[in-house]
């Protein structure tokens, strides 16, 4: 587990020719809870997106534990901002995790034990095997949070990119989510969760990417999360290739 | 009682209403369960467009072909890809949105074919693409919509996995390798051959009753995607032939009868449904859940104890 890895080389990202993400090197290690800062337009989501294979990079690589992007289909999960989601769709909590296991299914294979068992696990490590047959209407924000991670966790993904998770959820909802994350770190998997509000940081987070169209900085919370960091990624506009 | 169940047992008799029921129950069935998709990806107005501009297709086929169901068949195909197509170009090429340029290309759609049709040597009725004539039903038009069932049913249930990720959420559907561009035009093709099949056999009111009503009605019922795809089926079959049957003991028009027959089921089930019912929201205390409202009953009077403002 250790030694798995999610390296990115030269990374640029451009939408009609402008560059959104430039010349990103950095190698992220699996078993961390990762903070994505940076201001808006700084090329999180693109990010992102990059990485799940969204868009198509312009240059550069991203290789989990060595393997190219084509392979790792399943082993990244993206949990993007669900403003436009329709809450009222007809699925409950079991169905929603459920979903997870298609990316190994496939169209046609039958539902399994081992799938059975990926499900109950996930739903018992998010704290929501009593909510299973709620429909995801009826569940707070964190519960719903937590939902989406629990697909993300049946799914048997390695790395989880998450989208402003903590939006929008009060305190203790948002250490709930935090501790759950620091657990799914601790199995060995890589979490990377695009963050705004600054000053939970360091409560939430091991290490941070700082972000403004470039790398501006990136180690554990404790030595990279300073004054001086913060100001070269927000107190700068974007660099925008020019 | 013997006359009265001798009545009930008349209309299996006529050949012409085993036809009408067998049309009914595989007409109902077949969009019964394509309106899972309706109500889940709101293309309701989107449908009732679509088939009232199938019109002008109609009408030229009569033109050139007279009224030969494929002629007709190939006319609503190719009036029903242009009208969808033509909208997409003027959403994406100018600052007009879809639903703006599909409903002015529905109306000016439905009026070209009025205006073909008035100069049309065959005499066509508008009456008979409104409602259509379930009672005629031509072996033509039973084996065309037989032949669409077993088309696009299969393919339906096949692609179960891909649809429902792409309808619930694109981008993650797209990010696991979901081609989410595909599985739309599978649903529109699907859509579009269901829509022509059953227009021909039961007129464009009838069509998207049987389109939309049924997984509506089941969707207040249920929280599973798999309840709403077959109840919303069987719904369609069994609520159309019991229209059906109604119209035929009352003496009343077919087509309307059908379409009020589901549209009364909704209605039962919109105030009557217990999850999701009126009824069952206007009794049920607001905003108490049953345990909350346990410790609210077990709480003191207001002011007599400290626990009052936890339960604001």
Redesign the interface.
Known sequence: MAAHRLSIRNLTVSYHRIPAVHHLDVELRCGNCVALLGPNGAGKTSLF?AM???VTPETGSIELGGHGNANT??E?A???Q?ED??WN????VS?LVE?GR??R?G??RRFGREDARAVERALSMMELTDLADR?IQALSGGQQQRAFIARALAQEAHVMLLDEPFTGLDKPAQDHLSTALRRIAAEGNLVIASHHDLHTVPHLFDQVLFLNGELIAFGNTADAFTPENIERTFGTPAFSGH | MDAFLASLADPFRHEFMQRALLGCALIGFTNGCLSTFIV?RRLALMADALAHSLLPGLAIAILLFGLAPGGLFLGALIAALLVALGSQLIANSSRIKEDTALGLLFACSFSLGLVLLSISPVRVEIHHYLFGNILGLSDADLWTIYVVAILVLPCLV??E??L??S???P??A????VAVNAMNLILMGALVLTMISSLQAVGVILALGMLIAPAATV?LF????S??FWGGGILGMVGSCLGLLISFWLNLPSGSCIVLTLGVIFLLALLLSPRYGLVSRWTRRRHLHEQSLARWDSVPPPGSGKHAHDHD
């Open positions: 997106k799940v294979g969204l289909r399943h990244i993206y949990l993007p669900r989601l329709d769709f007809p699925i409950t169905g979903m298609y990316t299914l169209w046609w429909q | 889940l096949a692609l996995r891909p429902l990720l309808m619930f959420e981008s993650v797209a990010s696991q390798g969707y249920s929280d599973s995607y309840a709403m």
